[in-house]
């Protein structure tokens, strides 16, 4: 039963487990998005992957995607405040990680540095992360991974009569004392299920041992719903969620606030399903996807002062995907996608001269992209042992604004169109049934976004922003292998890749001798660039109830341009601990102890106007009794000796000199039913 806790070695394993009680109550396939294949497990891809379920996060009392990502072996969390959030996969993040709900595209236009997702732990149900380029079967985008959040719904049933389930749940944090209380509904019959439910989440600023972080407050909620109907071979869903939050944005000490007034994202996707007989069709999906998000910043760096921005964005999505069996021997995915997104602006500024000149003007002229994609991936097996997935895919991108005039816009109107061609190819030889030796490499496209091209406006601090119409497409080439092991005594993965980024594109600092208010940092092309590392991670069961585990994320880079180190490249660090599993009367009872070490960057390894972090060990404990249906209890002490530590991907420490969280005290409550 332990063996099965960790998901990133045997994903269906623990998935089984958690079947509802009741035996009417059916799950549907587990597709991993690394293949999409509803036959392997993530222990069986070509690439690495992870897979994250409520149930583990409930364990762990996770309660935020940072906590998330920073648990997850190879992946790192880049922040500018608790709202704002972004995966960093093997030193790359922002636009160069696809991010995906249920399948479909979040949108990847995020003005103002690293942006809230907006998706809340509380309506996941699990999550995938795939390590190395995706954009064979998910598109531009995908050149460090992609993380998808499948969100819950509602389990369907073989029963004629209507029957609910649900739970609802309240935390508390000690740091921010931070209040949590959530719901979630679902009810369903032989044909028909549907959800709903929503989350209420309010916090203090952050306390670090040294001092108290200004603007890192979250006041916000989330609802969230569905529907699906399946009648013989065929299904249809609907689904739905939207988040509305004031989210503060660490900033300057002296300002008098920064922060985003109701910050609103709302989605919806449909999907219609059919399943073949073991015919030649085994599955065809057409998904439709609409989203929605309004960004409203304020920030006032002083009393009178005002900057007032809103950015209005909107996307659609479309995705027509067949799944072919000509043989036994083959298993075939090809498709058609397409995304269609627009982006509107105003700004007001007050009292804050010379850059007054801009009250009134947009942060960028109304823009569109548009993207095109047709893919094809072939899954072949060679005997027993050998897996061969190759695939490839052909993308077009074009790029519009309406432009104006400088100094207001930094661009007249204009188009742009990148096109290119994307392909992998991987190699699983399995050694026996929990062993196995894996290869890939794949080839990987990203048109810059309108943001990157178009906008300028407020940093995360206090500068600007600047896009850059000229930019070039990025393309990597990445490498991966490995080696997978697992018996009943231990199971490990150790894992090295190599990527190689043409025309990368990051932010730079193009004036630092002047003060911070007046930085701009402007996207650029910094021509050629590598990443390269390893990952590991692993477990000993010393019996059925005791374990050992740990992981270590190794990760570097340069521009090979100008040899310097690339910046935003976190530094080694490492996770472990031990973990007791039993039966506490009605109640799977789990107990935890786990430390991270992360490592000092020596100067050398620094990139341009980077600080390096000192070396510290944390401590963390956790424990949670769980059962199907009842009252649920989670306890986690993060930080436990409330040491004061610097987080290298934050910008309030890169810029602002701010320390990370200190102790935090976590207590979490539910009631299945």
């Known amino acids: 039963m332990l063996k099965n806790r960790y998901l990133s070695m045997a994903t269906l394993l623990l998935i089984s487990t958690h079947l509802n009680a009741n035996e009417n109550m059916i799950l549907d396939d587990i597709v991993i998005t690394a293949t999409q294949n509803p036959e392997l497990n993530s222990h069986e891809t070509p690439v690495l992957s992870d897979v994250i379920s409520a149930e583990s996060m409930n364990e762990k009392s996770i309660s935020s995607l940072h906590e998330l990502f920073e648990q997850t072996p190879g992946v790192d969390a880049k922040t500018a405040g608790p709202g704002s959030v972004m995966p960093m996969i093997r030193g790359l993040s922002d636009e160069q990680v696809l991010v995906l709900v249920d399948g479909v595209r979040l949108s990847d236009e995020r003005p103002g540095g690293n942006h809230i997702l907006s998706i809340n732990p509380k309506q996941i149900e699990r999550v995938e992360i795939v390590k190395g380029s995706g954009s064979v079967l998910y598109g531009a985008g995908a050149i460090g991974g992609v993380v998808n959040f499948i969100t819950k719904k509602a389990k369907k049933s073989q029963s004629e009569t209507l029957e609910i389930s649900g739970e ?30 929503a989350d209420k989440r309010k916090t203090d600023n952050i306390q670090s041992p040294d001092e108290e972080i200004k603007f890192s407050d979250y006041d916000g909620e989330t609802y969230w719903g569905g529907v699906a109907y399946t009648k013989e071979n065929w299904s249809a869903e609907i689904n739905g969620w939207q988040t509305e939050a004031d989210i503060g944005i660490t900033a300057p000490r002296t300002f008098k606030s920064d922060y985003y007034k109701d910050e609103k994202q709302s989605m919806l996707n449909s999907k219609v399903t059919y399943k073949g007989d073991g015919n030649f069709l085994e599955q065809f999906d057409l998904q439709l996807g609409w989203q929605e998000h309004n960004r409203h910043r304020i920030r006032e760096p002083k009393e ?108 007249n109107q204009r188009a742009v169109t990148n096109d290119d061609i994307s392909g992998s190819l991987g190699v699983v030889y399995k050694l026996d049934e929990m062993s196995n030796l894996y290869a890939n490499i794949g080839r990987a496209f990203r048109s810059p976004t309108l943001i990157e091209r178009y906008f300028f406006g407020p940093h995360d601090g206090p500068g600007q922003d600047k896009g850059n119409p000229d930019l070039k497409a990025e393309t990597s080439l990445n490498s991966d292998i490995g080696l997978r092991l697992g018996s009943e005594k ?76 690339l910046n935003g490249i976190a530094p080694l660090r490492t996770r472990y601990g031990l973990e007791y599993y039993g039966m506490l009367e009605a109640y799977e009872s789990v107990l935890g102890l786990s430390a991270e070490t992360v490592l000092k960057k020596e100067e050398s390894e620094l990139g341009i106007a980077e600080k390096s972090t000192p070396s510290y060990t944390t401590f963390d404990l956790y424990a949670s009794f769980i059962q199907e249906e009842g009252v649920n209890v989670s306890l986690r002490i993060d930080n436990l000796f409330d040491r004061t530590t610097y987080d290298f991907l934050s910008y309030g420490y890169q810029a602002l000199d701010y320390a990370s969280m200190g102790r935090n005290v976590k207590v979490m409550m539910d009631y299945k039913f």
């Open 168 to 197: 609802v749940g309240a935390g508390y944090e000690s740091n921010q004392n931070a209040k949590d209380a959530n719901l979630h509904l679902e009810a369903a019959s032989k044909d028909l299920s549907f959800y709903l439910g």
């Open 304 to 411: 009178g002062s005002l900057v007032d921005i809103n950015v209005d964005k909107e996307s659609k999505t479309a995705r027509a995907q067949f799944v072919l069996k000509p043989n036994d021997a083959h298993r075939i995915t090809t498709g058609v996608d397409t995304f269609d997104e627009s982006l509107s602006s105003t700004r007001v500024m007050k009292n804050l001269p010379p850059a007054a000149k801009f009250n009134g003007v947009p942060v960028m002229a109304p823009s569109t992209r548009t993207g095109v994609g047709v893919f094809v991936q072939d899954e072949t097996e060679i005997g027993e042992n050998i897996k061969i997935t190759t695939g490839l895919r052909y993308d077009t991108t074009e790029s519009k604004t309406e432009g104006s005039a400088a100094p207001y816009f930094i661009t």
């Open 490 to 565: 231990y199971q490990a993965s150790l894992g090295f890749f190599y990527n190689r980024v043409d025309n990368m594109i990051r932010k730079i600092l193009t004036n630092p001798n002047v003060t911070p208010a007046q930085y701009i940092y402007e996207y650029q092309n910094i021509h050629d660039a590598r990443l390269y590392g390893m990952e590991f991670d692993g477990a000993y069961y010393f019996n059925d109830s005791l374990s050992a585990f740990a992981s270590l994320n190794l990760a570097d880079g340069e521009n090979t341009t100008d040899n310097r180190p």
